[in-house]
């Protein structure tokens, strides 16, 4: 109770409540326009029309004040104006208050120049008033009050002063009676709306932070990807197709130059998705830069199944005696290694395969079954390497399974095949352009579909040695 008094007092009402006010439509027609002019109609030939004219004239100079006054109030909580919204709320309030104050005074008019029976009408025109109010305006505690203290009660003191029969003060008892009641309606109203507001505003500010968190994180995510400068040094034309489900996920590749003339490149799936997918890429990441130390100091060679075995070993060393045997922890990937000088080029795939294009001839170098750093993948795990003929007009093509199992409406998965498809049918075309029409055949084939999993295509060919 003194919580909700000294926010009466302070008016310290959040933007949902004054919001939830403003946006009171039903009870403002019903107040201020449809409800004076029923009555106007109904009581012109019993009161006098000067009096009942001049009194439907002020209910609807309130009721387009308070049109415009909400108006402004709801750009002002658009615009997150908080001294406007809180002056528009104070003055939207006022508008309640006179509308009050004019329904209760009408009571003496019907009392002054009625039969008993109107009076008994306006009884109960008043609670109908009081009982849309505790659904609609009535649901800010103070607007309610409001309404109910100068509207009620100031037709129950006339009702008292006039009284001439038991049934008026029977009448006027059941008044009191109900004015306490909605007074109790209205004091759990406010309460129970408080505590979900401030439910509400705490949860917003959870997902606020844990959104900026995510976003911070994205940003760190895609600074470890490879650099445009060092793509551009060593591939005559490329693209990638990087498109994670979420604002971070399990997606990752490298283009790592080793030399002048040789380079690796590789393309991960790391388990799951969304922020667990993106601790699993922070690993990959870690174990990368250990592998590619240990080649710099020629501790383990350049070969990409040799690469691939270490990147198991690495793994499961690290993580199998934490993790319980349940959690799937590991990924699948492809190493490639260009050696221009030699005119080298070796694959090798964890259930991850190569496409290549050359003279509208498609090669598909299917990887191993077996994943890196899973429970099932044994730590001697050895990875077959595929030597591939190195040509300046050879395409090269790494995808992960995101883009194989994206479904379309009807169920049907985009699948290899299709994605097979493609590639011979737009192999002579530019790169980029190959990326804008894949782009839009998984959009088209996908319709409404939500993308189910993380998805990355590279494609590049390579310059040629100087």
């Known amino acids: 109770m003194p919580t909700m008094l000294q926010t009466l007092r302070n008016l310290d009402y959040s933007k949902e409540q004054i919001g939830l006010l403003l946006n009171s439509k039903p009870g403002t027609l019903g107040a201020n326009l449809f409800g004076p002019i029923v009555f106007f109609l109904i009581y012109v030939m019993v009161i006098p029309f000067w009096y009942i004219f001049i009194w439907l004239s002020l209910q609807l100079i309130v009721f387009f004040i308070r049109v415009q006054v909400r108006q402004k109030g709801l750009k002002a909580i658009e615009q997150l104006n908080q001294e406007g919204t809180r002056r528009y709320f104070i003055y939207y309030l006022g508008t309640i208050f006179c509308n009050a104050l004019l329904w209760g005074g009408v009571s003496i008019l019907v009392l002054q120049y009625t039969e008993q029976t109107y009076f008994y009408f306006y009884i109960i025109v008043l609670f109908g008033l009081g009982a849309a109010g505790s659904s609609s305006i009535g649901v800010v505690f103070h607007a309610m009050v409001i309404f109910l203290s100068n509207t009620l009660m100031v037709a129950l003191i006339v009702s008292l002063y006039y009284n001439t ?168 990937g492809g190493v490639l290694y260009f050696n221009k000088k030699a005119s080298i080029v070796r694959y090798a795939g964890a259930k991850m395969a190569l496409y290549t294009i050359e003279n509208s001839t498609l090669q598909c170098y299917k990887g191993d079954r077996k994943g890196i750093g899973f429970t099932r993948t044994p730590i001697e795990q050895g990875f077959t390497e595929h030597e591939i003929p190195l040509s300046s007009r050879t395409k090269f093509y790494l995808a992960t399974d995101g883009i194989f199992d994206q479904e379309s409406e009807d169920g049907r998965s985009f699948g290899q095949e299709r994605f097979e498809a493609f590639l011979l049918e737009h192999y002579d075309k530019p790169l980029m352009k190959q990326y804008e029409t894949l782009q839009d055949e998984i959009e088209i084939f996908s319709g409404t579909t939500v993308q189910l999993d993380d998805s990355t295509v590279l494609g590049f060919s390579l310059k040629s040695s100087e």
């Open 165 to 332: 029969t038991s049934i008026t003060y029977l009448l006027c008892f059941l008044m009191l009676v109900y004015f306490f009641f909605m007074l109790k309606i209205s004091f759990g109203n406010h309460s129970f709306i408080a505590t979900n507001i401030e439910q509400k505003e705490q949860i917003t500010k959870s997902h606020n932070l844990i959104k900026e968190s995510i976003e911070y994180a994205a940003l760190i995510q895609k600074a470890m990807l490879p650099k445009e400068k060092i793509l551009e040094s060593y591939f005559k034309e490329y693209f990638i197709y990087f498109k994670q489900r979420d604002v971070v996920g399990g997606d990752f590749y490298s283009v790592i130059p080793l030399g002048k003339d040789e380079l690796l490149v590789m393309v991960f799936d790391g388990v799951g998705h969304g922020v667990s997918g993106a601790f699993m890429t922070m690993l990959i990441k870690a174990t990368e830069h250990q592998i590619i130390t240990e080649i710099h100091h020629h501790m383990l060679e350049p070969n990409p199944a040799l690469v691939l075995s270490r990147f198991n070993v690495l793994i499961k060393t690290m993580t199998e005696d934490q993790c319980d045997k349940k959690v799937m922890i590991g990924f699948d």
